[in-house]
């Protein structure tokens, strides 16, 4: 049986293309192989980024496989350990991760898609939430959603599902970068380069900090930093690279980073 996934590494970069055709929708099993994956490369210190998109040129992900869902299998399914999508739940998550978005991203694939800390989408993509017109809550969405775009353009999105094109997504910020379809691979892979080539425990602490930030105010999250209350801030404040840092700039050089 062919894999649902396709797994690439290219150095310290990796690409997972979801390859469930006609559209890319995500069952459970799928999920869990997506949450092992990421969850591996979240614990290999080889590799610094990912990229994820779907295979084809029409869908990135529709969200949940209502084909699996008319087999029986419930909304609140075990997903694995990185719920729906693989990377939406998955604990300690702390490298950039490119959504790389070649088609139309709804539903839970809108959820897949948000959850990445950088997004890159082909000319022709399109977004929505449709779960409205089926009477289901975008959960993952409507919690995610007004604190990325205006929350009028979000709740507009949510209660009427209608379809955003990626013109209007890249106005309102919710795209980084928009590129011809032929070259969105490309380009994703150019700035997965660039983040490769990074300091890896700074991007760590960025990702912590941002994730404190969610449940704390400012002053308090600013705190846990400074504290060293955060691993990964007491970790880069303690490291190699920090030191490495200093000294480049000092020598006028490119700093080598280790990630340690």
């Known amino acids: 049986m062919q894999s649902p996934l396709n797994v690439e590494k290219n150095g310290s970069i990796l690409e997972v293309t979801l390859n469930r055709p006609k559209a890319n929708a995500i069952d459970a099993p799928t999920s869990k192989l997506m949450g092992e994956v990421f969850a591996e490369f979240r614990d290999d210190p080889a590799m610094r980024v990912a990229i994820i998109t779907g295979g ?11 084909k699996a869902a008319a087999e029986g299998e419930a909304p609140d399914s075990d997903y694995g350990v990185g719920g729906f999508g693989g990377i939406q739940e998955l604990p300690d998550l702390n490298k950039p991760i490119i959504a790389a978005v070649n088609g139309i991203a709804c539903g839970g694939g809108f959820e897949l898609m948000i959850s990445a800390d950088i997004i890159i989408a082909a000319e022709h993509a399109s977004f929505a939430l449709p779960e409205i017109n089926s009477g289901t809550l975008a959960d993952a969405a409507t919690i995610k959603l007004p604190k990325r775009v205006p929350y009028h353009v979000a709740m507009e999105l949510l209660f009427t599902g209608r379809w955003m094109d990626v013109d209007e997504a890249k106005h309102w910020g919710l795209v980084n970068e ?47 930093a400074n504290q060293h209350k955060l691993k990964t801030v007491a970790t880069l404040y303690t490291s190699e690279d920090q030191l490495e840092g200093a000294k480049a700039f000092a020598e006028k050089r490119k700093p080598v980073w280790k990630g340690r």
């Open 56 to 66: 084809g040129e029409k869908f990135f992900c529709p969200g949940w496989d209502l």
């Open 178 to 224: 928009v590129v011809a379809a032929d070259k969105l691979m490309q380009r994703a892979r150019e700035v997965a380069g660039l983040l490769s080539e990074g300091p890896p425990l700074v991007y760590a602490a960025i990702k912590e900090t941002v994730r404190a930030a969610e449940d704390h105010n400012f002053q308090d999250t600013l705190d846990m």
